[in-house]
Every structure is written in C-alpha cells, then in structure tokens.
C-alpha cells in the first residue's frame, strides 16, 4: 500500500507568549481592539442586504441559501449561527491572550462569551419531530430559519455548545439527509428548494465538511467525525485527489462518483487544505509548544494504516507521524517535547 505524506504543517508557535516583543505587544492591542469593537454587537455578524440595489447573478445562490424548511428565502439582515460560534471562541482566546500578555479585560471578555452562549440558547434553538437543534440563522425579524445546513458544523468545537448540545448536533449532521456518502451537504435534502447541483442549496463544499470533521473531533466526537471523513476521502479519489470547489450532493447510494459542478474551480484552496485538517482532525494532533507538549490519537479509524505524515513543525523542529498496519499511531516528537496519546 502506498504511503502518502503530508507536508509543510506548523502546528504552534516558537516563543512564549507571557512579555513577547514589541511587535507581539501591539498585535495582542490590535486584536483586544477588533474583537472590543465586535463585543458592541449583541448579536454579531448579520449580514445585510441593501435595497432598492439589485443583487449581483453571483451572490443570488449565496443569499438563496438561507431559507426555511418550507423553502422561503430568509429576508436580510441576516444573523448567522456559526458568525455566533466564531465570534464566542474569539472572545474566549482573546482573553486567554489578554492574560498571557498580562494585560486587562480578560474577565469582560469571558462574560461575553457566557452571556452570548446564553443568548444564542435562548434564541437559536427550536425543535421538530426528531428533537432540538440549533436553527441556520435569525431572519430580519429575529424570526428563526429553521432549515438544518451545514453551517451546524461551524457552531462544534467552539465552546458554544455543551457536551449534550454538540451531540444533538452531531445526530443531525450525520444523518442521510446531510451525508451524501461523499461528504456534508450544505443544505438537508428534506428541505423545500433543496437541488443537489444549488450553489448553496443542497451541494457539497469539501471545505464546510473539513471543518465539520474537525468540530466533531475538538468536541470528542470521532465516531461522528469518521464517515464524514470517509466520504470526503472517496470524493478525492474520485478527483485524482485534487478536489473542487464544490461537487453536486446527490447520494453515494445511487451514485458511484460524486458529480461534478460544472463552474466549480478546480483546484481550489479550500478544498486544498481541506485535506490538512480532516487528517489533524482524524489523528487529534495539537501542539503546545510554549509547554513542549503534544497531544495525538492512539489510534485511526479503519482505513488508515500504514500511513505516514511528514514535514510537520512545532517550534521550527521536525515531528513525523505513522500508522501501523492496525492503525495504532506512533510519533517521533522533538528531544524535550512531552507525547500524551488520546482515544
């Protein structure tokens, strides 16, 4: 079996961040800055759209995307779900910067983050016949748009959702509706509007399924996380491993090839780097390289032994990772660096 190989991945920083350089300094200002101008939002990240202005042919497959289950387009402005999730780690690793820095505001950025965890609870959750989930996104009139995307995977890992909330999630993404067999599709299949070939309506973005796939893993949810990855894997092969941008979503069950997208680009970086982080999702690899510490999976799922991944860097020096013919992982890490295998 062929041994492919990874390269060129850093995976933490050199230098400790307590003190740092002046240039160090004025970045950790300039984020504590961004992110105190985001914090004014209650709800941040809604997208709008101005009228009477027509929309451009290009964006209609992207403001078609938002709809409701029964297919009706959501009318702009627009809060987003996973613009919650980003906006909430954001808060969380601005304070663990502010405190690495030794400088203020680290306990009002903790607030924030609860109190809009608490906020998105109360205001994005609903629920059908299969139980609760977190809906795509508020419409204009904070109404919410309760169709099941794939915009659920951004919300995985983030530390918006708890441990019961990320599995509800978990249940809904890997459900056939979601699943194509060959990766996440960005809309449920049971959705009114719903079109295999739609931009955003039913398509699969190799990208949105990587970052579902390492959401699952961050949260603990490899067994979730495997088919997804699995699918994506099929979904090279079949494009000579250079995959588009996107693909049509219909179902491996009925398709033995995923379908083309015919103005997809390809290749596509996204798609590109797609690979690169359904591979650190599948092995659990993290660094800490101020602490000299690694952490790694002690074992794939089937599918993937006898793998070897090199040219990865923590703190300029090489690490390399490989897999036996049973999937049990070894790592050669750099003199002075602690390994902790994880299931």
Not at 16 to 33: C, D, H, I, Q
Not at 80 to 105: I, K, M, N, W
Not at 134 to 159: C, E, F, M, Q, W
Request: one cysteine or more; hydrophobic letters at 40%.
């Amino acid at each position: 079996m062929a041994r492919p190989a990874v390269r060129r991945l850093a995976l933490g920083p050199a230098r400790r961040p307590g003190g740092g350089t002046s240039a160090e300094r004025r970045g950790g200002a300039r984020l504590a800055g961004a992110v105190r101008r985001c914090g004014r939002r209650r709800l941040p990240g809604v997208r709008r759209q101005h009228r009477p202005r027509p929309v451009q042919p290009g964006l209609e497959g992207l403001l078609g995307g938002i709809r409701f289950r029964d297919g009706r387009i959501a009318e702009a402005p627009i809060a987003l779900s996973e613009v919650q999730a980003y906006a909430h780690e954001a808060a969380v690793r601005t304070a663990d910067l502010l405190e690495a820095f030794g400088r203020p505001g680290a306990a009002h950025w903790r607030r924030w983050a609860r109190d809009l965890r608490q906020r998105f609870r109360d205001r994005f959750w609903t629920e059908d016949a299969d139980g609760r989930y977190p809906v795509v996104a508020l419409d204009r009139d904070k109404r919410p748009v309760d169709s099941i995307a794939s915009n659920l995977g951004h919300l995985l890992g983030t530390g918006l959702l708890d441990e019961t909330e990320s599995a509800l999630v978990a249940g809904r993404l890997t459900a056939p509706g979601m699943d194509s067999g060959f990766g996440l599709r960005t809309l449920d299949a049971a959705t009114a509007g719903f079109n295999p070939l739609g931009y955003h309506t039913g398509s699969v973005w190799p990208h949105d399924t990587a970052v579902a796939v390492h959401g699952l893993a961050r949260a603990g949810l490899h067994d979730a996380a495997a088919p997804l990855a699995a699918g994506l894997v099929r979904a090279a092969a079949a494009f000579d491993h250079r995959l588009p941008e996107l693909f049509a979503g219909h179902p491996r069950d009925r398709y033995a090839r995923p379908v083309p997208y015919p103005a997809s680009c390809r290749p596509q970086a996204w798609a590109a780097a797609s690979a690169v982080l359904v591979l650190q999702a599948l092995l659990g690899l993290e660094a800490d390289a101020p602490n000299r510490r690694l952490q790694v999976r002690d074992r794939l799922p089937a599918g993937y032994e006898s793998v070897r991944i090199d040219g990865l860097t923590v703190a300029g020096l090489p690490i390399e990772v490989e897999t036996d013919h049973t999937g049990a992982v070894r790592m050669r890490a750099p003199e002075g660096f602690g390994v902790t295998a994880v299931r």
